[in-house]
């Protein structure tokens, strides 16, 4: 079976730093994404890793550590528009591009 | 500018009554993709295509069948609607280069079922 656990609710200020973490179980891996998604929004990609280490894409920044089957998003200079739900999701081996999703993080981003 | 449409954005049926969603690509992605959302809750895949190779989730209920008649177009067939099919279906696609994931969604198509 695959599981992927997230933080269920964030809360962080405005301007600060937040992290989500995901971790995972998964009988074949080949990379963590991670998407946003606005209230009543579709999903929109956000970042994507393969190998160990950070990934950084402006103010967004994705890490991936494979041997602790763990990796989180890091957002800066939080902003009221990062107000959304963070979901990451893992790119399976077992199968054509599948893909699966983890429980998702809803960060409220306050003043 | 819209690169994956999802028609209708809004579906309203009734029990029982059978219901198809659509999805159209514009970007020639080899991979298209039919999720099921509710309230809260993650995306959970109901079946992809890999170009025409299908691949069905081994908890998609038969209920549901999916049609990719071209590279553009795919359809979501829900059978027999029930109370708990309710939810918001959205389409992905992809295109496969390297084993990353990149997906591109559309708005979704939100489905009542009274």
């Known amino acids: 079976g695959q599981s992927l656990e997230q933080p269920s609710e964030v809360t962080a200020v405005e301007g600060a730093i937040v992290q989500i973490n995901c971790t995972y179980q998964?009988?074949?891996?080949?990379?963590l994404s991670w998407y946003q998604q606005h209230d009543g929004g579709a999903p929109t990609f956000l970042s994507y890793?393969?190998?160990?280490g950070l990934e950084e894409t402006g103010r967004f920044s994705s890490f991936l550590s494979r041997s602790d089957s763990y990796g989180y998003l890091l957002l800066q200079e939080l902003q009221m528009k990062d107000s959304a739900s963070y979901f990451c999701a893992v790119l399976n081996s077992g199968g054509y591009q599948k893909v699966t999703f983890g429980t998702g993080t809803k960060l409220q981003v306050i003043p | 500018d819209a690169m994956v449409i999802q028609n209708p954005r809004y579906q309203v049926t009734q029990f029982g009554k059978p219901v198809t969603l659509s999805c159209s690509q514009t970007l020639n992605h080899n991979v298209m993709y039919w999720y099921q959302q509710k309230s809260s809750q993650a995306p959970k895949l109901l079946f992809h295509y890999y170009d025409k190779d299908f691949n069905n989730e081994a908890d998609t209920p038969d209920n549901f069948q999916s049609r990719r008649p071209n590279t553009s177009f795919c359809f979501l067939d829900i059978r027999s609607p029930g109370l708990g099919d309710a939810a918001m279906y959205l389409c992905?696609?992809?295109?496969?280069?390297?084993?990353?994931?990149?997906?591109?969604f559309g708005p979704g198509t939100r489905l009542t079922v009274l």
């Open positions: 998964t009988s074949g891996f080949y990379g």
């Open positions: 890793n393969a190998l160990d």
């Open positions: 992905a696609t992809s295109r496969v280069q390297g084993r990353t994931d990149t997906q591109y």
